[in-house]
């Protein structure tokens, strides 16, 4: 089977699921967005890889402007013609879509349906849930409200035209109802971490030097993008009151964009204050990058727990570290943490406090920080076992390419 997996954001678990369906003897193009600033996974080819496997970054003239709504239309719209222009020269049994911006996923649908084209609607997030959000916190409601509830109609488009929708989590299928997706159409996976890529190294290693002090008693680490979903001040609170505690502690974020600036500006105006901020580091250094920190760190503001599930947690399992998620108790990722032994509150004017608390544990116990980060590797390994994933995923395409 011919299939491309477009994964707009470039991340390391779609990529291995395009080198498992190769390995399989599918041909397989896996298309990203060089454009799109996040943390990527191995896209390239590397040894070992199978003859069928292929990358393909994409970019075009128009620059990707996430926080300014017209720019970032035309690009949208940009992206879309040149993928779409790529397609037309292809022959293809099924197309995945993951990660696309709504409105070139719009402009793609649209293609696919007068190309008579099969395609999985690979869903990550509700787009239009936080598009919809954003509007509200930039418009009047007689406006915002509108324009919200049209994103909504435009997304449950998309999907209702998708050949099958393959969603992360079971939250979403309460959703596909409201919008009239019969289920024998959609399918639950849940994201993973490919744990080849992804293990759990010596805390001091060959990148330590460049992430943290020697000295530092508790090194604190938060990887990943941070965006309207995200609460970056957190961080800092949390730094802060760990050290009003009595304890040494540091705080790298791996990150980059606007907060991800802010928070450099602000590690620069309080010298005394020991926060570094990183730029997104090269796949191949992910384990060393991640391995060494004490505790790894993950972010999720309440009004995005109903639209997303954030895969960092994912690899931070595969790392084997403890973790604290400041999100909602009720995100899926939030009982994967607290699976593996971590700690969860949630992201309120408090969290700082009863985070320090079982830090403090976790200082004085350098045995149970190994334990649990064993634990977290235990059900990352239990979990993100690439044959069945990558079964329950052939079985999807397999049966759209049959049906047509």
């Excluded at 992804?198 to 530092?216: M, Q, S």
């Excluded at 899926?332 to 509150?345: E, N, Q």
Aim: hydrophobic share 40%.
């Amino acid at each position: 089977m011919r299939i491309v997996l477009h994964d707009f954001s470039g991340h390391p678990f779609q990529a291995e699921l395009s080198r498992r369906l190769a390995e399989r003897g599918h041909d397989v193009e896996h298309v990203f967005s060089n454009q799109y600033v996040s943390g990527k996974g191995h896209l390239e080819r590397q040894p070992g890889d199978p003859e069928g496997l292929s990358f393909t970054g994409i970019t075009i003239d128009t620059p990707f402007k996430k926080y300014d709504p017209f720019g970032r239309l035309r690009f949208e719209r940009a992206y879309a013609k040149h993928w779409r222009k790529r397609l037309d020269g292809q022959q293809v049994d099924a197309v995945v879509a993951c990660n696309i911006p709504l409105f070139a996923l719009v402009l793609f649908a649209w293609y696919a349906r007068r190309r008579k084209l099969s395609w999985v609607f690979w869903h990550q997030d509700i787009y239009s849930f936080a598009l919809g959000a954003e509007l509200r916190r930039r418009l009047p409601r007689l406006i915002a409200g509108p324009g919200a509830r049209f994103l909504v109609r435009l997304e449950a488009w998309c999907a209702k035209r998708a050949s099958h929708v393959v969603a992360i989590g079971p939250t979403f299928t309460e959703v596909y109802d409201d919008w009239g997706i019969p289920p024998e159409r959609t399918s639950v996976i849940p994201n993973w971490a490919p744990l080849d890529d992804i293990y759990p190294v010596d805390r001091d290693n060959r990148r330590t030097a460049d992430l943290f002090d020697a000295d530092a008693e508790l090194r604190l680490l938060y990887s990943g993008t941070l965006g309207r979903k995200h609460n970056p001040m957190l961080l800092v609170e949390l730094l802060r009151a760990v050290r009003d505690r009595g304890v040494d502690a540091a705080l790298t974020v791996v990150s980059e964009g606007e907060p991800a600036d802010e928070l450099a500006a602000l590690a620069r105006a309080e010298a005394a204050l020991p926060m570094r901020v990183l730029p997104f580091q090269p796949a191949d250094d992910l384990p060393e990058v991640l391995g060494s920190a004490d505790v790894l760190v993950a972010l999720l503001e309440p009004d995005a727990t109903t639209f997303s599930i954030p895969s960092k947690v994912l690899s931070y399992m595969a790392a084997g570290r403890p973790i604290l998620g400041l999100m909602p108790g009720d995100n899926p990722a939030a009982a994967d943490i607290l699976a593996s032994g971590g700690f969860v509150t949630e992201p309120d004017d408090e969290s700082a406090e009863r985070s320090t608390t079982w830090l403090l544990d976790l200082v004085k116990d350098p045995d149970a920080v190994a334990e649990i980060g064993r634990r977290t590797r235990a059900v990352a390994e239990d979990k993100f076992e690439s044959g069945a994933i990558t079964d329950r995923f052939e079985d999807v395409l397999t049966s759209v390419h049959r049906k047509g």
